[in-house]
């Protein structure tokens, strides 16, 4: 296992259109955080999954957001209608829940909406 | 909410010098994490610090611990370029990880 996966690495939209991103875990790895970070600034939270259960979710993420983790395994996230606001680098992040919590980030989807 | 300030939030050292970036945060977590981000790059895990007192060190760089003081230093020995990047702490609260504001350190020959 290499690692966090995730994909596509870019991704440019028109405003209101719908975009998905994927991220595949390391698989032994039983939780699965999303992250947006904007220039300049630190990773804010979205959302986690332990297993398949989404167990804790931002007030960054509207109604427009959503995720997914089927079986516990891949998560996928999904932005309705984007806005130029959504414009970030999403990040995906996985670990094990017990004493080392430490989280491994995957290479990040780059979206831009013009 | 939980709040992790880092200090400075830019550095520009020359190399050779040492210098300490500061991160406080305002919650009780005895779990803390420091992360270097190359630009445009995802993040790397640098050190994972799990107890009170908790000090590890990896080449030049050496990260420190207190919980009772909300406090975590990455402390850069004899910094070099290589060393350039930005660095983030993050706070974990058992649900999320809270990460600082990032320190952005430029090592100049």
Known sequence: DTGVSQDPRHKITKRGQNVTFRCDPISEHNRLYWYRQTLG???????????????????????????????????????????????AMYLCASSFRGPNTEAFFGQGTRLTVV | ELKVEQNPLFLSMQEGKNYTIYCNYSTTSDRLYWYRQDPGKSLE???????????????RLMAS???????????????VHDLSATYFCAVDTGNQFYFGTGTSLTVIP
């Open chain 1, 41 to 87: 600034q630190g990773p804010e939270f979205l959302t986690y999954f332990q297993n398949e259960a989404q167990l804790e979710k931002s007030r960054l993420l509207s109604d427009r957001f959503s995720a997914e983790r089927p079986k516990g395994s891949f998560s996928t996230l999904e932005i309705q209608r984007t806005e130029q606001g959504d414009s």
């Open chain 2, 65 to 79: 611990l207190d919980t009772k003081a909300r406090l975590s230093t990455l402390h850069i020995t004899a910094a």
């Open chain 2, 45 to 59: 895990s640098l050190f994972v610090l799990l107890s009170n007192g908790a000090v590890k060190q990896e080449g």
